[in-house]
């Protein structure tokens, strides 16, 4: 699309400057200033003509352009009002053609209740790395139509998302992911695209989404289970889901009649095992 500029850092500077804009570690702002970035971004994301994505945190617009680049539309969630009221002019000034493919939520990603236009198929963001957990389970509980996504956090965090059982960073990130996607480390990003340069590294996380197992058992119920298993994350599941299930014989009872080991840690277990746990429990 020849008509469509992405920012870099002469760009990004002059947006901040023109805003008196200085970036907050409250909000996890660290802008992307590097063209080639956001575009392997897109690439390994796999969004097209034929996606509608959702962008948390756009700041100062460098990814949402080189979305747009792609041919899919794209909408914006941004709590920042200083940053929400300059982006359309930014998309109107570097992708006039793709102004009708762009629409801008200026709010809490963790607390909206839905968004505008069709219904989104991708997620790929630079989530605010303070927030970027809670963020993501919440757009994948909320939106459902979301086929796959890329995201950029904090690289531990990348890690945790993306473990598989018996890992050392395996833990409720993991799991509850797991309940929606199948989630894969897609990549490292280095501190020097960013401006201002954060103090830790960043990874990418690329997921598809599963269809729902069948199960009697509600999503709240199983994320219970997995938040009491790894409350305690040294104790062997039996004392750690004691509490929950009103006692550690029930407990023990429940696994296993599920077929796990009483004296495993919840460490080990898949989101289906956490799955067969949770019906077990309230199958009495």
């Given at each position: 699309?020849?008509?469509?500029?992405?920012?870099?850092?002469?760009?990004?500077?002059?947006?901040?400057?023109?805003?008196?804009?200085?970036?907050?570690?409250?909000?996890?702002q660290n802008f992307v200033i590097d063209a080639n970035t956001v575009r392997r971004i897109v690439r390994e994301s796999g969004v097209g003509a034929d996606d509608v994505v959702v962008e948390v945190g756009p700041g100062l617009g460098s990814l949402t352009l080189a979305i747009l680049e792609a041919g899919a539309e794209v909408t914006a969630i941004e709590i920042d009002p200083l940053l929400a009221g300059r982006l359309p002019q930014t998309i109107g000034d570097?992708?006039?053609?793709?102004?009708?493919?762009?629409?801008?939520?200026?709010?809490?990603?963790?607390?909206?209740?839905?968004?505008?236009?069709?219904?989104?198929?991708?997620?790929?963001?630079?989530?605010?790395?303070?927030?970027?957990?809670?963020?993501?389970?919440?757009?994948?509980?909320?939106?459902?139509?979301?086929?796959?996504?890329?995201?950029?956090?904090?690289?531990?965090?990348?890690?945790?998302?993306?473990?598989?059982?018996?890992?050392?960073?395996?833990?409720?990130?993991?799991?509850?992911?797991?309940?929606?996607?199948?989630?894969?480390?897609?990549?490292?990003?280095?501190?020097?695209?960013?401006?201002?340069?954060?103090?830790?590294?960043?990874?990418?996380?690329?997921?598809?989404?599963?269809?729902?197992?069948?199960?009697?058992?509600?999503?709240?119920?199983?994320?219970?289970?997995?938040?009491?298993?790894?409350?305690?994350?040294?104790?062997?599941?039996?004392?750690?889901?004691?509490?929950?299930?009103?006692?550690?014989?029930?407990?023990?009872?429940?696994?296993?009649?599920?077929?796990?080991?009483?004296?495993?840690?919840?460490?080990?277990?898949?989101?289906?095992?956490?799955?067969?746990?949770?019906?077990?429990?309230?199958?009495?």
């Amino acid at each position: 699309m020849p008509d469509l500029r992405l920012l870099g850092p002469t760009e990004v500077r002059a947006l901040a400057a023109e805003l008196d804009l200085r970036p907050t570690k409250q909000r996890g702002q660290n802008f992307v200033i590097d063209a080639n970035t956001v575009r392997r971004i897109v690439r390994e994301s796999g969004v097209g003509a034929d996606d509608v994505v959702v962008e948390v945190g756009p700041g100062l617009g460098s990814l949402t352009l080189a979305i747009l680049e792609a041919g899919a539309e794209v909408t914006a969630i941004e709590i920042d009002p200083l940053l929400a009221g300059r982006l359309p002019q930014t998309i109107g000034d570097f992708a006039p053609a793709a102004v009708d493919r762009f629409r801008l939520v200026n709010e809490d990603a963790l607390r909206v209740s839905g968004v505008p236009g069709p219904e989104p198929t991708a997620l790929v963001a630079n989530l605010p790395y303070n927030v970027s957990v809670p963020v993501l389970l919440h757009l994948m509980a909320l939106l459902p139509s979301l086929r796959k996504g890329l995201v950029m956090v904090q690289a531990e965090v990348a890690d945790r998302l993306a473990a598989p059982p018996g890992s050392k960073v395996y833990g409720v990130p993991s799991v509850k992911a797991a309940w929606y996607a199948d989630v894969r480390r897609a990549g490292a990003i280095g501190r020097n695209v960013f401006w201002p340069a954060p103090n830790v590294d960043s990874g990418l996380v690329y997921w598809e989404h599963r269809p729902p197992r069948p199960t009697t058992a509600t999503r709240q119920q199983v994320f219970a289970v997995i938040d009491a298993a790894f409350a305690h994350r040294r104790k062997a599941l039996r004392g750690a889901l004691r509490e929950l299930a009103g006692s550690a014989e029930a407990a023990e009872a429940a696994l296993t009649g599920a077929g796990i080991d009483p004296m495993v840690r919840g460490e080990m277990l898949t989101v289906d095992d956490f799955i067969a746990i949770t019906e077990r429990l309230h199958d009495r």
